[in-house]
């Protein structure tokens, strides 16, 4: 009986570690999570962010600052947007589906996102 006893004892324990190790784990992923959204909140949208941290492959709907963005690079230079897009895989909306939305966002609202030459 004496076994039984110390058995349970220490299932209920061992029970408890598990627990509080998984507490400890999800406290770190959290942590970890908020600092990368920190630190790419200062070249990325929320939106893009969710998409780079996310399985989903696109966006159902851009944020007129994100195509603000994304026509200033654009209008800077095709390459440069291309490349971003394809090559590095950024987050940036199709460039014809840009202007189609364009049409529906306040062309100043966008034109205000590109730098001054």
């Known amino acids: ?34 600092r990368v959204k920190e630190v790419l909140s200062k070249i990325f949208t929320d939106g893009q962010i ?9 966006v159902k709907c851009w ?6 963005r994304a026509f200033s690079i654009r209008y800077l230079s095709k390459r440069c947007y291309i490349h971003l897009r394809n090559q590095m895989k950024f987050p940036l909306p199709v460039f014809i589906a840009s202007c189609f939305v364009l049409n529906s966002v ?3 609202e966008c034109v205000r996102h590109i730098p001054s030459l």
């Open 1 to 34: 009986m004496k076994l039984l006893e110390e058995f349970k004892a220490l299932t209920l324990e061992h029970k408890a570690c598990i627990k509080a190790h998984q507490r400890e784990i999800d406290e770190r992923e959290a942590l970890v999570e908020s």
């Open 50 to 58: 969710s998409l780079l941290l996310s399985d989903k492959k696109q």
């Open 63 to 68: 944020t007129s600052e994100e195509i603000g």
């Open 106 to 108: 306040d062309y100043e």
